[in-house]
């Protein structure tokens, strides 16, 4: 009797102690994920330590300034906790685990961080609406409504950003459909559909129809007096000789006696057309073709005495001179052949990434690249506001092998060598670090303060992010394997043969009309607008002595590579 009872104690015994443990158990995983959650609304981004190239430090954590944007620089942003071990903790915790699960854990914690300025909208706002409502069509792979460009916004769409998009873009209407996407065309192309198929809600506005489902509604954008309608993404092609045989075959010629290059560019955009064609007084609109190439460009000046010469006869005649010169112009209407874009077809073994210190023009570049490719350009990070205005491949995983090439800032030994190529694309560090202290105060688009160049942050910011910059290029031209060195400024003098470069390297055929459509669409809808700058030179001049000392170094580690040095513009004088 008594060892049966012995028994039955040391079984109520051991059930006690697993109930606790069990208890205990809950109670502090309940604890680690309410700290992991506060922890994770004022962590920063832990930098990654750099080589120890030429004494530069390494790349500086977010300034804590209200307002500034957190961009991870870490693979999986790591939360760095608010203890000295908690850093090292999360670390190892992300390395512990598969590939996928880092990924997911990656897109888990940039759920949770709070929107950059250029997201935070208020939902209750008053909308102001310029255009007309016209009413909800059908949009879908057979019947589309609208054939122009498009725009993507998952947070902050409203009618009012639509209109104004497609007005700045050449475009007589602007559709919303899923509540988040803009369209525009300058005729409806579908029949219409029942009104309360478009009862889904703009994202950035209450009240107002932004479609449905294969649904656009669609507006009427204010109508303005002819020349005074204001475009964006206009671009004079160059002068070229044409026959009469070549110009006959163009779908659209307009006669009139008062022409002018806004008028022309107006009536070719009226027609969706991306090529305005003049020579008072006639103008014509087509689609870009390989007779317009760069190296069959002529002198402004043949275009300009042709002009002049002709321009009183030509009144009296309706036919256009054989072999004569015209003004060729890019309408801001986008190039179908140039709008759709795709993940690769086979997933690709090789990893090229597209390497650059923020603010250098990564977006603006993988902008082009998609445009010229015709692939998706993938991220090492996620970055919320750059997938909700049309870049698809910042969710996917950045090892899928699905994108042509992987955005990164990452300039550690470890994460150079998981790439197998790379473009680094370097910018002139000056106008890197105004670019990139514009973003962290204002988002993709704004512009800082007049107060916030003249605090105390601006000096922080310059004395953490100067280094980075020269550590950034020499750790790549260190430990890069294949590198293909694109500089900003020479991109923006040369953007086509830059561009037949950048498709060399990364083993894609591109066409000549593509080429030509990336140009005539080569600002998009991405670029902080204007040339906004402080009253002040916010340089001081021990700041200019130190980076104009990381421009030389930078500019002989390219040279001792076979590289061409940094450009002219760069060196100190």
């Known amino acids: 009797m008594v060892v049966p009872l012995s ?16 208890g205990i158990a809950y109670l ?3 604890s680690i994920l309410l700290l992991q959650r506060s922890t994770i609304k004022t962590a920063q981004p832990n930098p990654p330590s750099l080589p120890p190239l030429l004494s530069l430090v390494a790349p500086p954590a977010a300034l804590g300034t ?14 760095q906790a608010v203890s000295g071990g908690g850093a090292k903790a999360s670390r190892n915790w992300t390395g512990s685990r598969s590939p996928g699960v880092q990924h997911l854990h990656r897109r888990w914690f940039h759920s949770l961080l709070p929107e950059s300025p250029e997201q935070k909208v208020s939902q209750h706002r008053n909308s102001r609406h310029k255009g007309t409502y016209i009413g909800c069509f059908l949009h879908n792979a057979s019947d589309r409504a609208l054939g122009g460009t498009m725009l993507y916004d998952l947070r902050k769409m409203t009618s009012s950003l639509c209109q104004d998009t497609c007005s700045e873009s050449g475009y007589q209407f602007a559709g919303l459909e899923y509540g988040a996407e803009c369209h525009c065309g300058n005729r409806i192309s579908s029949p219409q559909a029942p009104e309360e198929d478009c009862s889904l809600v703009c994202r950035g506005e209450r009240g107002s129809p932004c479609g449905g489902v294969g649904r ?18 206009i671009h004079h092609r160059g002068c070229f000789k044409l026959t ?25 955009t009226d027609k969706e057309l991306p090529l305005a064609v003049l020579k008072r007084p006639h103008c014509f609109c087509t689609w870009t073709s390989s007779l317009f190439n760069i190296n069959q460009q002529l002198d402004k000046q043949q275009c300009a005495e042709s002009d002049s010469q002709n321009h ?43 390497s650059s210190f923020p603010g250098a023009g990564n977006t603006w570049v993988r902008h082009l690249i998609e445009l010229v490719t015709g692939y998706y350009t993938g991220s090492f990070y996620f970055d919320g506001s750059l997938y909700n205005r049309g870049f698809k491949g910042e969710k996917d995983y950045w090892k899928s092998g699905r994108s042509i090439c992987v955005k990164t800032h990452e300039s550690g030994q470890k994460e150079i060598e998981m790439f197998d190529s790379a473009i680094l ?31 105390k942050e601006w000096p922080e910011f310059v004395s953490s992010y100067a280094p980075w910059w020269a550590s950034h290029a020499l750790s790549w031209l260190k430990f890069g394997r294949r590198l293909l060195v694109v500089h900003y400024e020479e991109l923006q003098k040369a953007l086509l043969s830059q561009l037949r470069l950048i498709a060399a390297f990364l083993n894609v055929t591109i066409t000549e009309e593509r080429l030509l459509c990336a140009q005539s669409n080569q600002d998009g809808h991405f670029k902080r607008p204007g040339a906004q700058q402080p009253s002040f030179d916010p340089f001081t ?29 760069y060196l100190p004088r």
């Not at 669609?218 to 005074?228: N, T």
């Not at 009469?244 to 070719?268: A, D, M, R, V």
């Not at 072999?323 to 052949?337: C, E």
């Not at 500019?555 to 590579?561: F, K, P, V």
């Open 425 to 455: 694309l370097i910018r002139n560090p000056y106008r890197s670090l105004i670019a990139e202290f514009n973003r962290k105060c204002a988002g993709h688009l704004g512009h800082a303060s007049e107060a916030q160049w003249d605090s």
């Open 541 to 569: 001049p021990d700041m200019r002595g130190m980076i104009d000392s990381f421009i030389l170094t930078v500019d002989q580690a390219l040279q001792s590579r076979n590289f061409s040095g940094v450009p002219q513009e």
């Open 66 to 79: 209200a307002g500034m944007g957190m961009r991870a620089r870490s693979r999986w942003a790591a939360v």
């Open 244 to 268: 009469n045989s070549t110009i006959g075959t163009f779908p659209i010629h307009s006669f009139q006696l008062n022409l002018t290059t806004q008028s022309c560019i107006e009536t070719c």
């Open 7 to 22: 028994k039955l104690h040391c079984l109520l015994k051991r059930a006690q102690m697993l109930l606790l443990c069990l």
């Open 312 to 354: 009183t006869e030509s009144s009296e005649s309706t036919a256009p001179a054989e072999n004569d010169h015209y003004q060729v112009y890019h309408t801001p209407v986008l190039d179908s052949r140039c709008k759709e874009r795709m993940f690769l077809p086979q997933r690709s073994s090789s990893l090229v990434a597209l």
């Open 28 to 30: 502090m995983a309940g």
């Open 216 to 233: 656009l509604s669609i507006y009427k954008v204010e109508e303005q007096l002819p020349g005074h309608r204001k475009f964006r993404n």
